[in-house]
């Protein structure tokens, strides 16, 4: 795969469909892939890397990258598509400056999983079909893929990419999957359970902001908790606007725009599952105003910007069972 | 005892805006010597004692013609129905002594008669 | 001022300008009484209100927050309530998912001539707030760990 | 920081006798920014005015706080106040502390505590207060009165007098309304055709007046001067410039079986018809619920006749777009079904009537010619039942609960017309209260009673029994105390009134309010009974509550002037408080622009100055300050903050939220 | 469909007729009624007064008997109907009454009033509809003209019975009309006919059903049907000069032919 598309990286830049291509390199660690833009042949040749680590959704950099003069050539998963598409219906990216490469996508791979796997040593990660080949120190290993996917994969909810110019691999479907059920689980548990539960996990957050910088949805010109005019702003729990109440109003601001891509969990350095708050809003606006998947097409009115005159009165939330 | 009434209806005779219609409706008039609307009034009035002494009580077929059609939703016949409460419960009260009933009988007489009458007129 | 250890909840209500806020004069109007500890704050539609500022209130001690516009239909904006009925619904259904007391908040919608309504519901809602007691969940997660 | 002065008013002893005022403008005194603080008896008076303006002058102040009654009450008193003394309105803030406060309130101590952090939200909000100038938007010299009842047609030919153009839209074939099923109008009981056809021959020929029949309003947008109307032109399938209302198609058609709903179905008419004989316009329509030809494609007789050839089966609705400065809501009233109240057997005999229906019996160009005669047999009613509040004066689960105020004085009027014309008949009114007021109206009913001898009984009637060609009413005589048993030949039901059903729809294009029954609510009950809480929105006749003619003449000239006091300004002061982006913040993501009602927001692609003298293009927000009514909607929809409302600005609320909390 | 029944104490003695012919007829309309097994007498009247709660337990126990076996109730008796349809609806909307019933029947979880109650021409009218029942007439009873005598208790109070407009009520004639006779509609049919007092004057209640008898008469009415056992007694005993009276499951019977097969 990782060749397939250097030489599609390779082809565009030689060809002139693109002056720049937006890909992955290695970062501080093999399995720690950061996003990358390449100018050159050479730059291609040496840093260009795809692997089951390439789980950063490079859809956001396009904000800046589209506006840049020139065209830029992209790679993007199903998942990075849909956050795309919806930047696309927020005017966020200048689509004629952007070649889209679709790239089908096995589901990204966990590093905790392979180590819990007793890898070590490990000097590179491939892919063969189905299956994935760490090559270490001590030799090659194989594992299937399954074992060791990010949790986000397991209950990935589309293999479709949604805009492309160009596809790599096979056109996806979106799948059946079992997404809500963990939000299911904090719905069933009672009040104070669910209180004790988010104390817990918020509670670690260290307000690094990393949530909020990678996740495509948060892409704001300026953030209302960095805009002093905002009389929000705040940088780390300095006084009292605190974590929850941070985490809460992102949680708001990116209702019914979340694409539910799973960066922000998968970048936590706390590890708080931060997904579990945008899926909660995701299953809320599923089941009381119609399936709504944002990113999926660039017309669709969100829930937020929308009404019916019939709709759930806000007391729902008391009379709709749970605990 | 005007609250014991009230209370045992669940009626406010504030409510009644004195239109006479549940008077109008009622199908037991002339065996009355107060009527429903006056029934409305005189609880209001605390004038119970009277209500209690009179005939009228027992002659109320609860028919609800004047719940019915009363457009003020006061429900005259709940008040009634109080009112003769207050009398079958207290001491002697009784309207109705099962002695009575084989004289009452006939041969087609249904039993929800008697057993209605059990129940309105003895406690 | 009396010295009352009992708790007195401090509790937010914001009413629309045409419809719920005229409702709270009418009352006044009215003389119909409410506990003196809700407090209102004038916004142009229920839609103006941002969700910051329900947490605003509660993260500054409230322990209460109530939302009052204009009926669905008759809006003076047309739509806003609209609107405000989608994101309260979601926000409070968010509140509702970290553990926070769901009385703690509540939308009501009051006509101008509701003024006994308005009255009802606050005493209502004064009196919810009141059982629930302070509210503690909404404030710091991190610094307060009892 | 603003130098803020604290204004404490007593209002008498409105607010002084439940807040202790000299310690709120004491304790308001101490908080920061504030240099000035007092407390006044009455300070929306002249002195109290005169003592903000020195105040003004002599602390200069940037801001003041005003502690009095409810902002909707003297807000714009004290805006103008400051104005005077040059500070800009924009920079006053009221505290309620009258309707939410003292009036509320007993314990003076709570008042009082509750009153100073009342004072500190709006000190609070102050501060941040920003000075705002109100652009101007352009007025469009052109009314529109919906409904063509005699307030619709008042009101036009008022406006229309003024020299202003106006148009009606009347849902029905012809104007007149209501008031052209009337027989005779009380209490001086001059026949009602010929005081209105006048003014609808008027309406029709005036220059300045367009009448657009059997049409309605299909949309509403845009705002008090400004406003956008869609009108449809429901197909009449005659073309309405070749008619000359000569009626032979009227007679001619074959469909003779239609329920004629002039008459209140009381007779028939054809599938083609002209409502009256002085309809205006005099044009006919056909009705397509019965046009064989519309129905079936086989028929035609009325092309065949009609000379001028205006017959076109293939007509479909028009629609009509116009503009108007102000709008007026005529649409009237209905008396309601009686389905409920089937002990008075309405539905069991034709001889159980409405009033209005007992108006067209009554009436000349009725269906009985103007004699009395029964709907049964068509003789003539020897005893004749009325009976009043039917319907109204209800619990909400039985009826309407106001009173329908017109119902005693024309029940008077057909109890005594019945005594004149037939002094052989008996007539009973069973009445709950006679309510009479109104110029010579009791006076009316004393007649009735005293020169024509009509039974008033005090009390109602229970049940109405058809047999045998009689009425059985049994009725009650309170002061009588007796049950009364009547065989009467006609009962006449004094059914309630209530809006027309096309108001509820209307008032939502019009974002003007209603009150639960579907009456158009008034801005001020006592001071503003004409105008619609929405500006540019005017009230004329029953459609804002039951009136009776001279009422509804009285009510649709006051619109007409307020209406005339609109149109003749050229342009009005907007309200500044409206919507603003920064646009270093904008994403130009458009969700500010998919919750505006108002169409305000548009977006254009501006060029900014990035770093390193480079330039970057962004996609952002603009918002037309004249189109913007300042809801706020888009202030939450915009997830970077970029969008805020003036006046009500986020750091603002949130200003009077901590300052609350505090 | 299978529906829990409470024929009531009336409909097993001197009202058999009602009942007999009310579960045949209902046999040949392809529904069971299927008697609740341990039921108690209603009480005939309805306990208006909002203290009264033993009164109440027969019909609650009615009730929850059928919600258990997951049914819904049906009576034919007018009174009956009428006091565990008021009964019932008390459960539902007085937290007063539905607490001290529960706490005097021990309930665990309170009875709020879950169980639909049907009063035998609601099912032919709601379940069945009168159009199908019209398919099923064998024997029409063409010309017959008929009115429907209603009473008191099925319509009134209209809020809580909710079984046809009070003041001008049309499922009888709909009924009448569906077996091939012709309703005659006249406006006492809903007037009291002085049941409650036979037993107390009989004059009183003769003045009653003279003028019912007399305005049914006026209207053209050659026979009435009721669905009440007091009324047909007054309305037969106590009238001057009355028109025959059936039971409306009578009628029905015949009708759908059920008559002949059962002699």
């Not at chain 5, 299978?2 to 392809?30: M, Q, V």
């Not at chain 5, 009653?208 to 309305?235: F, H, K, S, W």
Request: glycine share 8%; with cysteine; proline share 5%.
């Amino acid at each position: 795969m990782q060749e397939r598309l250097k030489q599609k990286a390779l082809e565009l830049l030689e060809n002139g469909t693109a002056d720049r291509i937006l890909g992955w390199k290695i970062g501080e660690f093999f399995y720690d892939l950061t996003p990358a833009v390449f100018k050159t042949r050479q730059e291609i040749q040496e840093e260009f890397v795809y692997s089951p680590f390439a789980g950063a959704n490079l859809s956001k950099y396009l904000i800046a990258e589209s506006r840049k003069g020139g065209k830029v050539a992209v790679f993007l998963k199903p998942c990075d598509s849909y956050s795309f598409t919806q930047l696309l219906k927020e005017h966020r990216i200048w689509r004629e400056n952007v070649y889209v490469v679709g790239v089908q996508c096995g589901g990204m791979c966990d590093m905790e999983k392979l180590r819990a796997k007793g890898c070590e040593g490990v000097l590179s990660v491939g892919e063969d079909g189905e299956n994935i080949v760490v090559e270490t120190l001590y030799g090659t290993n194989v594992f299937p893929r399954a074992e060791l996917l990010e949790d986000r994969c397991i209950t990935c909810k589309s293999k479709k990419v949604v805009t492309f110019d160009e596809l790599i691999g096979e056109q996806g479907t979106e799948l059946e999957s079992d997404r809500f059920s963990q939000v299911a689980q904090l719905e069933a548990m009672t009040s104070q359970e669910r209180f004790a539960f988010w104390q817990k996990e918020l509670s670690r957050c260290i307000r690094c902001n990393a949530c909020r910088n990678v996740c495509p949805a948060c892409s704001c010109e300026k953030c209302v908790f960095d805009n002093p005019g905002s009389g929000v702003r705040n940088k780390a729990a300095a006084d009292s606007f605190e974590e929850s109440l941070f985490h809460i109003i992102r949680a708001f601001h990116v209702t019914g725009r979340c694409t539910d891509c799973g960066e922000c969990s998968r970048v936590c350095p706390q590890n708080i599952p931060l997904h579990l708050l945008n899926r909660k809003m995701i299953k809320d606006m599923n089941e009381l105003y119609g399936t709504y998947q944002a990113g999926a097409d660039p017309d669709t009115k969100p829930p937020l910007t929308d009404f019916t005159l019939d709709d759930e009165e806000p007391s729902i939330v008391h009379t709709r069972g749970g605990q | 005892m005007m609250d014991t009434i009230k209370r045992i209806s669940g009626v406010n005779p504030r409510k009644c805006m004195k239109c006479g219609k549940c008077t109008a409706s009622c199908p037991a008039f002339d065996e009355m010597e107060f009527h429903p609307h006056q029934f409305v009034d005189m609880v209001e009035n605390g004038r119970i004692d009277q209500l209690m002494q009179s005939r009228g009580i027992d002659f109320c077929l609860s028919c609800f013609a004047c719940v019915e059609r009363c457009p003020r939703n006061v429900e005259p016949a709940k008040l009634i129905e109080a009112v003769r409460l207050a009398v079958v419960r207290q001491q002697g009260g009784d309207h109705l002594r099962p002695e009575a009933i084989p004289h009452l009988l006939d041969e087609n007489l249904p039993q929800q008669a008697i057993t209605a009458a059990f129940r309105k007129y003895r406690k | 001022m009396s010295v009352n250890n009992e708790f007195q909840p401090t509790i937010v209500a914001f009413c629309c300008n045409w419809c719920s806020y005229a409702g709270a004069d009418l009352s006044g109007t009215n003389r119909l009484q409410y506990p003196a500890n809700v407090k209102i704050i004038r916004i142009p539609c229920s839609c103006r209100l941002n969700p910051m500022f329900i947490l605003r209130a509660f993260q500054r001690g409230a322990d209460g927050v109530i939302l009052c516009g204009c009926h669905p239909g008759d809006c003076h904006y047309t739509t806003g309530n609209y609107y405000a009925r989608r994101r309260m619904t979601l926000l409070f259904s968010m509140l509702d998912y970290l553990g926070i007391e769901r009385d703690r908040t509540r939308v009501e919608w009051v006509s101008a001539a509701e003024g006994a309504k308005f009255a009802a519901t606050m005493n209502d809602f004064a009196a919810t707030i009141h059982k629930l007691g302070p509210n503690r969940r909404l404030e710091d997660l991190r610094c307060r760990k009892d | 920081m603003q130098r803020v002065g604290v204004f404490v008013c007593w209002c008498g002893s409105n607010i002084a006798a439940t807040v202790d005022v000299e310690k709120v403008a004491e304790v308001l005194g101490q908080e920061p920014g504030v240099v000035f603080s007092t407390h006044y008896q009455y300070m929306c008076s002249q002195s109290g005015q005169e003592l903000i303006q020195n105040a003004i002058r002599e602390h200069s102040l940037t801001g003041v706080v005003v502690c009095s009654c409810s902002p909707r009450m003297h807000e714009n008193t004290f805006r103008k106040t400051c104005e005077k003394a040059g500070l800009n309105p924009y920079m006053v803030e009221i505290a309620n502390i009258r309707e939410q406060c003292s009036w509320i309130h007993k314990n003076k101590e709570e008042a009082t505590q509750k009153a100073v952090i009342l004072g500190r939200a709006a000190i609070a909000k102050v501060h941040l207060n920003a000075p705002l100038t109100a652009g101007t938007s352009p007025v469009k010299k052109r009314a529109l009165v919906i409904g063509g009842g005699i307030a619709g047609i008042q009101t036009a030919l008022d406006i229309a007098d003024a020299g202003f153009e106006v148009d009606i839209v009347e849902k029905e074939p012809t104007i007149g309304g209501k008031m052209t099923q009337i027989d005779k109008t009380f209490p001086t009981l001059d026949c009602a055709a010929c005081i209105l056809t006048p003014k609808m021959v008027d309406a029709a020929q005036n220059e300045k007046i367009k009448i657009y029949s059997y049409s309605e309003v299909q949309s509403v947008k845009g705002f008090v001067g400004n406003f956008r109307v869609t009108i449809k032109k429901k197909a009449r399938y005659v073309d309405e410039t070749k008619c000359t209302g000569c009626g032979l198609c009227t007679e001619k058609c074959p469909q003779k079986k239609v329920p004629n709903a002039f008459n209140l179905g009381l007779d028939q008419r054809r599938a083609i018809y002209i409502p009256f004989a002085q309809a205006v316009p005099k044009i006919a329509t056909i009705d397509a619920d019965y046009c064989t030809m519309l129905k079936t494609g086989k028929c035609g007789v009325c092309s065949k006749v009609c000379t001028a050839g205006a017959i076109d089966y293939k007509q479909t609705d028009r629609f009509i777009e116009e503009e108007y400065g102000a709008i007026v809501v005529a649409t009237g009233f209905n008396p309601i079904k009686l389905d409920q109240y089937d002990e008075f057997a309405y539905s069991q005999s034709p001889d159980v009537v409405t009033s209005l229906e007992f108006e067209r019996l009554m009436n000349a160009a009725g269906p009985t010619g103007g004699t009395l005669l029964r709907p049964s047999d068509g003789t003539h009613p020897k005893t004749i039942v009325f009976v009043q509040c039917v319907g109204s004066r209800c619990d909400d689960s039985k009826g309407k609960s106001y009173c329908s105020k017109i119902c005693c004085m024309y029940t008077a009027k057909h109890a005594m017309l019945c005594r004149e014309k037939y002094p052989d008949t008996d007539v009973y009114v069973f009445y709950i209260d006679v309510r009479t007021p109104g110029k010579n109206f009791d006076e009316f009913y004393r007649r009735a009673v005293e020169e024509y001898g009509v039974h008033y009984v005090k009390g109602m009637v229970g049940k109405v029994v058809p047999e045998n060609g009689k009425l059985k009413v049994q009725a009650s005589d309170l002061l009588g105390n007796r049950q009364l048993h009547i065989d009467a030949d006609m009962v006449v039901l004094a059914a309630a009134i209530e809006p027309d059903k096309s108001a509820r729809p209307l008032a939502t294009m019009l974002t003007a309010s209603m009150d639960t029954n579907d009456f158009f609510t008034e801005a001020h009950p006592k001071l503003r009974p004409v105008e619609s809480p929405t500006a540019g929105i005017f009230l004329s006749g029953a459609c804002q509550g039951p009136k009776d003619i001279p009422e509804t003449v009285a009510q649709a000239s006051a619109a007409a002037a307020k209406v005339i006091g609109l149109l003749a300004k050229d342009s009005l002061i907007c309200n500044p408080c409206t919507a603003a982006p920064d646009e270093l913040m904008c994403n130009g993501c458009s969700s500010c622009e998919k919750v505006c009602p108002y169409g305000a927001i548009t977006y254009i692609d501006k060029e900014f100055r990035g770093p390193n003298r480079t330039t970057l293009v962004r996609r952002v927000a603009q918002v037309n300050p004249a189109v913007c009514q300042g809801c706020g909607a888009c202030t939450v929809a915009c997830p970077s903050g970029a969008m805020d409302l003036k006046g009500f600005s986020n750091k603002q609320i949130m200003a009077e939220v901590d300052a609350i909390c505090r | 469909m299978t529906y829990s029944y409470f024929p009531g104490c009336t409909l097993k003695t001197k009202g058999k007729d009602l009942d007999i012919w009310g579960r045949a007829s209902a046999e040949a309309l392809g529904f069971h009624l299927q008697e609740l097994d341990q039921w108690q007498c209603c009480g005939a009247v309805y306990p208006m007064a909002k203290d009264e709660i033993a009164t109440r337990l027969s019909s609650v126990r009615a009730l929850m008997a059928a919600g258990e076996a997951g049914q819904e109730l049906v009576t034919l008796c007018s009174a009956c109907h009428h006091v565990i349809k008021r009964v019932n609806r008390d459960m539902q909307t007085d937290e007063t009454i539905r607490d001290r019933v529960s706490r005097y029947l021990g309930l665990q979880t309170p009875y709020a009033g879950e169980t639909t109650v049907l009063h035998y021409l609601e099912v032919l009218r709601d379940r069945i509809g009168f159009d199908n029942l019209k398919q099923k007439v064998v024997n029409p009873l063409t010309g017959r003209k008929i009115g429907a005598y209603y009473g008191c208790m099925l319509l009134r109070p209209a809020s809580e019975m909710g079984f046809d407009n009070p003041e001008n009520p049309t499922i009888l004639e709909d009924f009448i009309r569906a077996i091939g006779a012709e309703p005659v509609v006249y406006a006492r049919r809903n007037e009291c006919c002085g049941g409650y007092c036979t037993i107390k004057s009989k004059d009183y209640a003769r003045k009653q059903v003279d003028a019912i008898m007399e305005n049914a008469r006026a209207c053209g009415a050659q026979e009435l049907i009721t669905a009440c056992p007091l009324c047909l007694y007054n309305l037969t005993e106590n009238a001057t000069d009355g028109l025959p009276v059936a039971y409306f499951t009578q009628l029905l019977a015949e009708a759908l032919g059920v008559k002949e097969e059962q002699k």
